[in-house]
């Protein structure tokens, strides 16, 4: 009763809580456009909740086996002492870039960027880095637009060609605001990115330690854990395959055939499902858009 209370407190105030209670208005100022257009691949893609907790691990993942980003962000981070915080900061972080009035996701956006110019470390192997090199923004960007993009595809819907490409598009907007100047713009620069990223990413125990925390904080309500754990397998399975291959992601981390089928089960329900309160449905209404804008049949 008291968890259905602050989500119906929250959807009249059109404000989406954060850690320990912040909160982030998405409903006003009214009229005010964000980033990216409403009818957007991105705004319909990003509403979907299961295809962002599994593409952020997806994300997560391919980002720590780039041996500098993995030690800025496991070393500069809250990841391994508050990882339900650094979910929740992160996963708002995402949904104000996408649906926050844009010249408070901008000014959001420039907070990080100044904060992440602060980092900067040497690899256990030697490697200098800065968190703002170029490089390593376009990698955690491209892995981000990746794992939320194949997630959708291969837990809710496929969408062809032209709308992959449209979705590195558009992400090209805030990427640039971050500092990923020349991260991929399509499906195509993506898969040549990767390509080029390949020699570079190594398995590593961080990758391990980091999906072990994803199987044991408690992300959901404890008679979901089970499915949580699913979803956590599901993240390694959108991982191109060969990575999985040379990153070692073995039969542990593998679903089976009907446990696939039940989070593609799931992921096609909540793509159908208007909750009040998300940020998505929040920012159509303060567009002046129905609550059900995202989810008519594309």
Same mark, same amino acid.
């Given at each position: 009763m008291e968890e259905a209370t602050h989500q119906?407190?929250?959807?009249?105030?059109?404000?989406?809580?954060?850690?320990?209670?912040?909160?982030?208005?998405? &409903?006003? @100022?009214?009229?005010?456009?964000?980033? /990216?257009?409403?009818?957007?691949v991105t705004w319909r893609v990003f509403?979907?909740?299961?295809?962002?907790?599994?593409?952020?691990?997806?994300?997560? !993942?391919?980002? /720590?086996?780039?041996?500098?980003?993995?030690? =800025?962000? $496991?070393n500069n981070t809250a990841f391994r002492t508050d @990882? +339900?915080?650094?979910?929740?900061?992160?996963? +708002?972080?995402?949904?104000?870039?996408? #649906?926050?009035?844009?010249?408070?996701?901008?000014?959001? !956006?420039?907070?990080? #960027?100044?904060?992440?110019?602060?980092?900067? =470390?040497?690899?256990?192997g030697g490697q200098a880095y800065r968190a703002n090199d170029v490089e390593l923004l376009n990698w955690v960007q491209v892995t981000a637009s990746y794992g939320f993009l194949e997630a959708y595809c291969q837990l809710v819907a496929p969408l062809p060609l032209e709308q992959k490409d449209a979705l590195y598009r558009e992400g090209s907007i805030a990427a640039k605001l971050y500092g990923a100047v020349t991260a991929p713009d399509s499906v195509a620069s993506q898969e040549a990115f990767f390509a080029s990223m390949r020699p570079l990413l190594q398995p590593t125990e961080v990758i391990e330690e980091f +999906?072990?925390?994803?199987?044991?904080? @408690?992300?959901? @309500?404890?008679?979901? *854990?089970? #499915?949580?754990?699913l979803l956590v397998?599901?993240?390694?399975?959108? /991982?191109?395959?060969?990575?999985?291959?040379? +990153?070692? /992601?073995?039969?542990? $981390?593998?679903?089976?055939? $009907?446990? *696939? =089928? &039940? !989070? *593609?089960?799931?992921?096609?329900?909540?793509?159908? &499902?208007? !909750?009040?309160?998300s940020p998505a449905v929040q920012a159509c209404r303060r567009l002046g858009l129905p609550d059900n804008y995202l989810y008519k049949v594309q």
């Open positions: 119906d407190q929250a959807a009249g105030s059109g404000s989406h809580p954060g850690k320990g209670g912040e909160r982030f208005d998405f &409903l006003n @100022p009214r009229g005010e456009e964000a980033l /990216l257009p409403a009818d957007s509403k979907n909740p299961v295809a962002m907790f599994v593409g952020g691990i997806t994300a997560v !993942i391919l980002e /720590l086996a780039e041996p500098r980003v993995c030690d =800025g962000v $496991w @990882p +339900l915080g650094r979910l929740r900061r992160t996963g +708002l972080a995402a949904m104000v870039t996408v #649906y926050g009035p844009h010249t408070k996701a901008e000014a959001m !956006i420039a907070g990080i #960027y100044r904060m992440h110019d602060r980092i900067a =470390g040497v690899t256990s +999906l072990e925390l994803m199987l044991s904080t @408690p992300v959901f @309500p404890w008679f979901l *854990r089970p #499915y949580q754990h397998k599901a993240a390694v399975g959108v /991982l191109p395959q060969e990575l999985q291959q040379s +990153l070692q /992601l073995g039969a542990r $981390w593998q679903l089976k055939g $009907w446990q *696939r =089928g &039940l !989070i *593609r089960w799931t992921g096609r329900i909540s793509d159908r &499902l208007v !909750i009040k309160a």
